[in-house]
């Protein structure tokens, strides 16, 4: 999981968007939690054009990625953050929706918790998914911080969506090792050849997947720390590529 920025409405959606999902509001108003129609709004909402350009704008903001799990998605689901049927009100707020892959959309369901006033799930756009994890760089797994702050939230949060499955640790390692190789070659090379430079700044680029655990191995001090700073000192441009999404 990484932290997205999420620019507001204004600036992500064309007034037009953004008219017409006032408007939907609107009309939704008068239905309470679990109306049975809500779900009925919605997907005939997303059918609309206006609801498919919402699903692109989505997409981009997110990076054809699902915000919880970080996997590339061919189309990707639009979560409700607040569940629609429990969260009416939120239906056709930009800050409620993000986009995620089937798997995690399924996984978070309709149950949403609050612990001492916040939703147990973390929202990849409002926290800051590198405050609560510590990543093992060798097996891609995952822990939540042992910070009263965050550690309940971060544990449910993994737990419910299944962010720490095999699947995910294992790609999620070679992703980290395929870097470790490049940052070495960086290292060794006098001067850097031209493909290490590219193979580099290609694995870095944000459209990738699982940039979580890269931005732990980039920011927070590791057992690689060392490699990727002399890395760095080398090559001053890995900060310039890290920071389209860092
Ligand atoms: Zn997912």
Redesign the pocket.
């Known amino acids: 999981m990484i932290h997205v920025r999420r620019p507001p409405a204004n600036k992500a959606l064309p007034l037009t968007v953004r008219a017409t999902m006032a408007t939907r509001q609107k009309a939704v108003a008068q239905l309470g939690r679990g109306h049975p129609d809500i779900d009925r709004v919605w997907k005939n909402f997303r059918k609309t054009t206006v609801g498919e350009l919402l699903a692109d704008k989505l997409r981009a903001l997110f990076r054809w990625k ?1 915000a ?2 970080e ?1 590339v998605v061919t189309a990707g689901a639009i979560d409700h953050f607040y569940p629609k049927n429990q969260y009416p009100k939120r239906m056709f707020s930009w800050g409620n929706l993000l986009l ?2 089937m ?2 959309n399924h996984a978070k369901g309709k149950t949403f918790h609050f612990l001492n006033g916040r939703p147990c799930f973390l929202d990849p756009t409002r926290d800051q998914p590198r405050e609560c994890y510590l990543w093992d760089l060798q097996t891609g797994g995952m822990a939540p911080v042992p910070v009263a702050e965050h550690e309940e939230r971060a544990n449910f949060t993994r737990d419910e ?1 299944g962010l720490d499955a095999d699947s995910l640790r294992i790609e999620r390692a070679e992703r980290v090792q395929n870097i470790i190789y490049f940052l070495l070659d960086v290292v060794k090379e006098s001067p850097i050849t031209d493909a290490t430079k590219i193979k580099l700044r290609k694995s870095l680029t944000v459209e990738l997947p699982y940039l979580g655990i890269l931005d732990y191995l980039f920011h927070v001090p590791n057992h690689f720390t060392l490699l990727v700073d002399a890395a760095r000192a080398k090559l001053p441009e890995i900060d310039t590529w890290l920071a389209a999404w860092a």
Do not use: S
């Open positions: 699902c919880y799990c996997r995620c892959c798997e995690c969506l």
